[in-house]
């Protein structure tokens, strides 16, 4: 029989009392780990701290804060417009060969062809490695002079070339070296839809004659698209926040060719001690990225099946 409500607020409310010592840690934690900073972050955007002296000092607002003035100082600056550039130049190339890779893995992944098995060990290797380990190996791979890479297209007489040292092919070096280690995370993702298609589509087309290809864009993809759209918006996260590879494999160069978001946060606050421009730069890349994904949310509505 149904448990009746008592006087005192009934089963909802008892319900609620049992569960809060186990809430307790998880709450404080999302509170000391994650609120908190955010708030303190924000409040440090609004002051000129240099990191160093002590934050909870008597008299730290009065004598550090300077209102939004690192904001103006960030958005009517050439830096801010050029490092935007720069990210948008690596989600460009980045996130349609990242996608292709990651069909490509799935569709062998999925498959029963020969060689598969072994493809299934080695696929994920990338994603495991750190990204220290990674790109000092793509470092040196890419070295214009006793790289493998310009060694490889030498054997085809092509002269490769300079890759992190240029400005041109900078920017596309840390693209190769992202893929390569991304694909296989999102290739599991769109492995997990692709098998997940009823195979009686694909039988139906079939009897109707459809090729291979035309299976793929007309069963495949819309079918796939949930999971499309969940990697594009993970994959466009983490392009916004671009930093190891770009640290360790060219330092925000040549000339400033290789700067994003994440790099001049950190350099600023760490570097240059200027952490309340640094939080400020933060809070910034923050508003983007919730743009950037609030559109993406209205979009998926014209794109996405989730009609199985």
């Given at each position: ?6 006087r ?78 720069n ?49 000092l ?27 992190l ?34 195979k009686s ?44 590879q770009?640290m ?8 400033g ?52």
């Amino acid at each position: 029989m149904p448990q009746k409500a008592n006087r005192r607020g009934g089963p909802k409310k008892d319900g609620l009392l049992t569960a809060a010592p186990f809430l307790l840690p998880s709450l404080l934690g999302l509170l000391v780990f994650s609120l908190l900073p955010l708030l303190v972050s924000a409040l440090i955007s609004f002051t000129d701290w240099n990191g160093l002296d002590q934050l909870l000092a008597p008299g730290f607002l009065q004598e550090h804060f300077i209102g939004l003035e690192n904001y103006k100082n960030i958005l009517s600056g050439a830096e801010l417009w050029k490092v935007l550039g720069n990210t948008g130049a690596y989600i460009i190339m980045y996130i349609p060969l990242m996608l292709a890779a990651s069909l490509l893995e799935a569709y062998l992944l999925s498959s029963t062809r020969r060689g598969v098995s072994a493809f299934r060990v080695v696929y994920y290797l990338p994603v495991l490695t750190s990204w220290v380990a990674a790109s000092l190996i793509w470092t040196s791979v890419l070295s214009p002079q006793y790289g493998a890479m310009n060694n490889l297209l030498a054997l085809f007489g092509i002269q490769g070339p300079g890759w992190l040292l240029d400005e041109k092919w900078a920017m596309a070096a840390i693209v190769l070296v992202s893929v390569w280690k991304d694909a296989g995370f999102f290739g599991l993702i769109l492995l997990s839809g692709m098998v997940g298609i009823n195979k009686s589509y694909y039988e139906a087309a079939s009897l109707d004659g459809a090729g291979a290809w035309k299976k793929f864009w007309r069963i495949t993809v819309p079918l796939m698209s949930p999971a499309i759209f969940y990697v594009l918006i993970v994959a466009l996260i983490n392009a916004f926040q671009l930093f190891p590879q770009v640290m360790i494999m060219t330092d925000g160069g040549p000339n400033g060719a290789t700067q994003v978001m994440v790099e001049r946060i950190y350099r600023y606050g760490f570097r240059y001690f200027r952490m309340g421009y640094a939080a400020a730069f933060s809070w910034i890349l923050f508003v983007i990225i919730m743009a950037c994904t609030a559109i993406q949310m209205k979009a998926q509505k014209r794109w996405v099946n989730y009609d199985a």
